[in-house]
């Protein structure tokens, strides 16, 4: 069980690394204030609109109608951390969890046992049979 939870663990950091260190790009296309189209990575494609409007071929009307928004989430560049880059209160911190966490894997040696020094009644008759109480 702890094998299998160690490296769902770490498929999970990895994917975790991964997405914080990709930069990620969003592509709108607005007509008439509505989303046409939205893409990831590349570009939206439009709703044909700038295409009937080079076919007017008029030139002094331009597409006020349509607009294209993008925004870009950059990644991490830098992912060396050092134990400087901490502040006090952050190192106690981070210190004191390791151990506690640490301490919570350690196994015990022996399980205490509440009733070690009573020994058990002794059983003069057997009361479900004198009681004619059986299960079924």
Known sequence: MKQVFHQIMSAVMALMVLASTVSWTVDKHLCMGRVMDISLFLHADD????????????????????????????????????????????????????HSYAELFVPLKERPLPNEQYPPPKLVKDIQVLDQVFLI
Do not use: R, Y
Not at 61 to 70: G, R
Not at 71 to 83: A, H, V, Y
């Open 47 to 98: 709703c044909g609109m700038e295409s009937a409007m080079t076919a007017m071929e008029d030139d002094n009307v331009q597409n006020p109608c349509c607009e294209d928004e993008s925004f870009t989430i950059t990644g991490q560049d830098n992912l060396k951390l050092s134990w400087n880059d901490f502040d006090w209160d952050h190192q106690v911190f981070l210190v004191t969890f390791a």
